[in-house]
């Protein structure tokens, strides 16, 4: 008997649909719909309790924050709804989601079928992680010239990248090397500044460049913005 009913058991537990999903919906989701041809960025925020789903949902045209109401979790099913005012009209919008690993794809509208839309929503470290571009690698000897009052001027930049920080000199500005501060890359995008010495003055240049393959292109000057230039350097 005891057998029988481990079994049953384990039968009911097999055909139970699953719920665990509902935890990873906990968090903020950012993402945006169309609204007769403009894209309106959203965030909802979101939290499971069991099987109930409330938070809200920013962006829309309602203030403050839209409250959800009856949010239920069912395995990897969302529903909620909330009222959105437009137009000086309030409106009940019917939200059905399907999360799916780090995205939640959303059909909603109007509750009379009125209008609806579709939007695709991502956990906000998600969206950081994907959006962050990785750093390229800038180490190396870099060499160009600049126009200085008609004159060309070489200079050579000697650069050292460890993850995103850039650390290294110039020549080519003054007697000896001059270390390069606070250097960070980007992306593609590399930021510096320098102390330069001029006619016994000293004077902060600011460094931007764009990296290309085997070249970057740098808009600088002063930090008073008295004086800039361009240069490209090649490796």
Known sequence: MKAVLGLMGLVAALIVPPT?????????????????????????????????????????????????????????????????????????????????????????????????????????????????????????????????????MPLTFNLKTSGADVTGNAEGIGAAPIEIHDGKVEGNLLSFWLNADYQGQTYVLNYKGKVTPNQIDFDFGTADGGWSANLTVKK
């Open 20 to 152: 665990a999903a509902a935890g990873d919906v906990n968090g903020t989701w950012k993402g945006a719909f169309d609204l007769h041809g403009d894209s309106v960025p959203v965030a909802l925020n979101l939290k499971v309790d069991g099987t109930d789903l409330t938070g809200t949902v920013e962006g829309l045209p309602t203030n403050p924050a839209a409250e959800i109401h009856e949010g239920k979790v069912d395995g990897d099913n969302l529903t909620f709804w909330v009222n959105s005012n437009y137009q000086g009209q309030t409106y009940k919008l019917v939200y059905k989601g399907k999360v799916a690993g780090d995205h939640i794809d959303f059909s909603f509208g109007t509750d009379n079928g009125s209008w609806s839309t579709t939007m695709t929503v991502k956990k906000e470290g998600a969206i950081a992680a994907a959006e962050a571009p990785k750093p390229v690698d800038v180490t190396g000897a870099w060499k160009g010239k600049f126009d200085y009052n008609g004159t060309s």
